[in-house]
């Protein structure tokens, strides 16, 4: 089974926990100083929300895998399409022990497919990223600036 996972920043944390356990009906499962985590099972989500100096709004999205097995499937999938994956390796990151695989879709935004394992007592660190690879920070990099689309209409 797997969970869809998306990772908002925010400007104030105490109030967005607020805002979110009021909409979700739920406390969060994690909280600490810079980060909370909803793991709702209505709607089937990994909800995670953070304030550690990136601009507000979507950070990254991604599918939470329950076995390394499934993992390893969306990765094959990912590099079996021609995208370039970034994979880790028991990586400290959002206070949790986890594998992963990075990509980025065609329009800029980026993915991480993961498998989480155990707990950690610090928010995560950085990872070299390989040659000519854009640098993730722990939870994904900040999105790339685009220019903004102006509506034709409505």
């Known amino acids: 089974m797997k969970r869809l996972h998306l990772h908002v920043a925010v400007d104030d944390l105490a109030h967005s926990i607020g805002f979110y356990s009021?909409?979700?009906g739920a406390a969060p499962s994690v909280t600490e100083v810079d980060y909370a985590k909803w793991m709702l099972d209505d709607p089937r989500v990994n909800f995670a929300i953070s304030r550690r100096g990136r601009a507000a709004g979507l950070d990254h999205v991604g599918i939470q895998t329950d076995t390394s097995q499934e993992?390893?499937?969306?990765?094959?999938?990912?590099?079996?399409?021609g995208e370039t994956t970034f994979d880790q390796e028991a990586a400290t990151c959002c206070y949790?022990?986890?594998?992963?695989?990075?990509?980025?879709?065609?329009?800029?935004?980026?993915?991480?497919?993961?498998h989480t394992f155990g707990t950690a007592t610090a928010y995560g660190e950085d990872h070299d990223p390989p040659p000519g690879a854009e640098a993730p920070s722990c939870c994904g990099a900040a999105p790339p600036a685009v220019a903004p689309v102006q509506p034709a209409c409505c």
Do not use: I
Not at 96 to 114: H, I, M, N, Q, Y
């Open 22 to 24: 009021t909409l979700f």
């Open 71 to 81: 993992l390893a499937e969306l990765a094959a999938r990912l590099k079996a399409a």
């Open 96 to 114: 949790a022990r986890s594998d992963k695989s990075w990509v980025t879709d065609p329009s800029g935004l980026r993915w991480e497919t993961f």
